[in-house]
Structure formats: C-alpha cells, structure tokens
DNA sequence: GAGCCTAATACCCGGTGGGTATCAGAGCTT
DNA sequence: AAGCTCTGATACCCACCGGGTATTAGGCTC
C-alpha cells in the first residue's frame, strides 16, 4: 500500500522533468499508454494528485513537485546503495576522491601523499561534487564553502584563504592595491558571469552566462569577464591577467566532505590532520 | 542491469536482520524460497557476495554491510518520500515537530507559539528523532548537542545551558555547592544507566540498562541511579532529589534540525529567531 | 469542421514473482 | 553409523502485472 519501487520513481520523475508523457516514454524506452497508467496508479496509490494534465501536456502540482524533490535523492540514494555495495566487494577497491577541475595542485597532492591508500582521482563540473557524493560515484569530495552545498554531509576544513579579482594586466582595476566586491560588480565593461541554478536557468544580469569552467576560462581570456577566485588559485592566472586582492569578499574555506556515515570518516579526517 | 527495486532491498534488509532465511521470509509475509532466488539473484545482479550460507544460518560479508547500511538509508528515503508527498498533497497539513518525552515544556511552548502555522507534536524516545526525520515522518526535530547524532541535517541553535546532577536529597553529594563529571562517575552506590547503542547492544558497565525515559525516571525516584541533565529539565526534580551542578560537564544546545532542502527550513529558521 | 497533438482506454501477451513440493548437506542424537 | 532435524537451494507451476499495439477522446489550430 505505501512501498513504491523504484520503478515507479523512475517514471514519475522522467514525467516530471519532460512535463510530456510521450517524451518521457521515450527517454525511458517504453510506450506511452503503460507509462500513463502507471502514473495514474502512483497518484491513486498516493493518494495525492501529482499532474495536471492539460492539452499540451502535463504541469506538476505542489505535491508533484515535493515528490520530484524527493525522488530524486531517494534515487540517489539506491545508486550510492549500488555503488558503494559493488565497490565494497571489489578486493583492491581505492578511495574515489572527487574534485571539480581548477582546484589547488599543490592541496590535492599534500592530500593524496597523506591517504596512504589508493586513491582514484574523479574530475567533475562546478557544484557537481554534491551529487556525485550523493549518488555514490565518489566517497570524498574536496569542495569550497561558501560556494558548495554542504548540506547533508560531513566535513573537515583543510585550509582558508582570502579571494583575488582576475582582471585584464591593461584595465585599470589592475593598478589597484585592493578592490571591493562593490567596485567589481559594477565595472561595466567586466560583468561577473552567470552560473545556472540548480534548475538549469540563469538569474538575470548583463554578464555572460557559463556552464562549466572551460567556457569561463575562454571568456577570463578574452577579456569578457572578471572573476573574484581564492588567492590560491595560479591556474588562472596567465600572464596578461592580474590577481588583486577584494577586501571584503569572504573568506573560502577548502574542506572535504563525505556522506554521514561513510567508514571513509575516520581515514579521511586524520589525512586532513596530517596534510595541515 | 543496475537499478534496483525496493523490493529487493527490502528483502535483503530482512534478510541481513534475521540473518536467517527462514524468519525472513516470515517477517515480510512470503514464503522461503523465493527469498532465496531473490538475494541470489541480487548478489548475481550486483556481481557480489552479499551473505556466506552456512548450516545455521547467515553471516553478512563486509559487502552485505555495505548494503545494510546503504539500503536503510535508501529505504528511509523512499518513505520520506511517500509521507512528504501524502502531506504535501493534503490541503491542512500541519508541520510535524518531533522531540523526545521529556524535553523543556516552556522552551516547546515558545517554540509553537513561535511557528503561526499548526503544529503536530509527535514524541518518541530518545535518540529516535533522526530516524522520523530521515523517513519523513516528522517534518522538523527538537534535538540535543552534543547527544544527538545531527549528522545529515540542517540546524538552528535555540539555547544552551550546563548541565545539573540528579541525586537523592538524602545522599552525601546533594550537599555540594558542584560537583565534577569524574566524581559523579566514580559514585559507587549511584552508578550512571547505560542507554542502549545504536545496534542494540549495551556498552559495559555497572550502571542498570535502560531503554525508555520512563524506565530512567523510575530508576532516578528509586535513588538507584544518578544522571546529568540539562539544568532547565525541571520534569525530573522531585522534591526528594536535589541538582547539583556539575562544573565540567559539557555544555547542551537544544536546536532545531530539519533535513536539507526541506521548504520549512525558512519558517523554521524565522520561529527560532523570533523565540530567542 | 478537418487535422493535429495530447493523454487515456481497451485488450492481449509474456516474463517473473510467488506458491508448494522436494532436495541436499551439515550437525545432533541415540 | 543411521536417522532426525534444521538449514538454504532447486524444480516446477500458476497467476498477476508490466509492457506492447490499436484505438478512443478531447481540445487546439487553421
């Protein structure tokens, strides 16, 4: 009566997303009539009416989207039981850090000579981290706060440090001994890009949208867009760029973050005493 | 190939508890057999060795406690999702706060008061608050640093306080201005309860087990244990026993938690502001 | 009103989850 | 040592249900 399968999450959630039962049929590689009762039967067993389905197409109710919200971790949550069950059975399985692309060098080694296991290295995009630790891809992260979302893990700080502008060598921010985060949002040649939410969307503004960090990379380059990052970061800094240091930006904290849980905890937290 | 059913764990969960096919079967209502095929057909499914059968029984290999752990949490996640879903879909829902019998009545009182919007109660004993909150049976905890495991939750500190010891009025300690945690522990006819840990089992000791607050207040009239509790747990100062504070006892927060991502982490956060 | 695009319904089929009956092997008991 | 007992595994069958195709039912556009 109140156990659904995961099955049944599957569909819901591909409905959720297409907001079109025959799309979404089609992504998951079945029809479109078994697909649509089989959302019907969720909702009666719910008790709860998820969609409103309308000539073209379907629009999530409040509690549609709660379950959306909800099923996906729930998803998540069978993937990492998969994951970690398959890896726990592996003889020589190593540690699957995972870091986004452009972290410090230097850290990570000093991390890596501290674990004296193996460790697997997982490069993934800005704010990625989460879900891949999540899902059961990685067992560690290294992540930033404030940026990251921490929510729902455990972490351990490894090193703080102050924030840096990048700006082009000829503009004249560059002369700058220190700049504020006021002055630097609103230099109107160097508008500060545009990351997505976590719904794919972008906020508003006059700054270039980005989704990963080679595409920011390429318009740092060209001179399109400043970009305020932790001082530590010598992989942004070419030649014909600038570092100036902003006053009032906050502090960023480089930690590691696991799930709550994880036998990783112990291994994980004396490294991070060794390595600082 | 890797996605599997909740059935499926729900069935090895049974299985890893009972350790024993059989009583398996039994618990979740279907017959021995085709457990069997199901667990083998998980292991063959996950490419590993989840129990090794033996002729009284099963024992969990390191895999199969991989997958306990995981597939609980799974499992509470799809139930959360079913609860929050239900309740989302309910037009007068109200919100669910969880704490355990015995917490302060006036700090709860300002709390309700607090939140504008109705609020469903729901006691449950101690150390049991995470697990409604992870299966989606409460909405928000009432919880206890350092005693609680927080691990997983966002949180909002309320109040902290030192903390007070329980003894006889009768008893030599009770006429001390404080005491300390190492003498409390070292009184021979008063030995603290040991509270059961999370597997079950109880640490050793000389002190009585208990499982209930209730079986601990018994115990505590009796005057054959003493306990350190926060100073503002007036519930358990009858006239017969004095508080006595305890200097180097660490200090207690009693916070709210709620899981991440939740949308009462903005009203709640509101309420605990306004009460403090 | 014709044509379309949507989701829902009708109906059939095959796979598989669950049932009973039975087997197989390792301790005990005597 | 033979047999009993308790374990999990195997064999086999059935019925349910998840998935398929064909079709219907609305509502929009032109």
Chains 1, 2 share one sequence.
Do not use: N
């Not at 019907?40 to 629009?59: C, I």
């Not at 696991?258 to 390595?275: D, E, F, N, Q």
Request: a negative charge.
């Amino acid at each position: 009566m109140d156990d659904l399968e995961t099955r049944e999450l599957r569909y819901f959630v591909a409905v959720a997303e297409e907001l079109h039962f025959g799309r979404a049929a089609e992504r998951l590689g079945i029809a479109q009539p078994p697909l649509s009762r089989a959302i019907t039967q969720l909702e009666r067993r719910l008790g709860v009416r998820l969609l409103d389905r309308d000539r073209r197409g379907a629009a999530l109710t409040d509690a549609g989207r709660v379950l959306l919200r909800e099923a996906r971790t729930a998803l998540d949550a069978v993937s990492a039981a998969v994951r970690r069950t398959r890896r726990a059975g592996d003889p020589e399985r190593p540690l699957v850090l995972v870091t986004k692309a452009g972290a410090s060098h230097e850290l990570l080694r000093a991390l890596l000579d501290a674990l004296a296991d193996p460790v697997e290295v997982l490069l993934c995009e800005v704010g990625e981290q989460a879900h891949r630790l999540r899902d059961g891809q990685a067992d560690v992260a290294l992540m930033h706060r404030p940026f990251d979302d921490l929510a729902g893990f455990d972490t351990a700080d490894l090193h703080t440090e102050s924030q840096v502008a990048i700006v082009p060598a000829a503009h004249p921010l560059a002369a700058r001994e220190s700049v504020t985060l006021a002055e630097v949002s609103a230099v109107p040649d160097l508008p500060i890009a545009r990351w997505p939410r976590l719904d794919g969307t972008y906020p508003d503004g006059p700054g270039p949208e980005v989704r990963t960090q080679s595409q920011l990379a390429q318009l740092v380059a060209l001179g399109r867009t400043l970009l305020v990052i932790p001082a530590s970061s010598r992989a942004w800094q070419w030649p014909e760029h600038v570092a100036v240091p902003v006053v009032d930006a906050p502090e960023v904290t480089t930690l590691l973050a696991w799930p709550p849980g994880s036998p990783v905890a112990s291994l994980v937290r004396s490294a991070a005493k060794l390595s600082f």
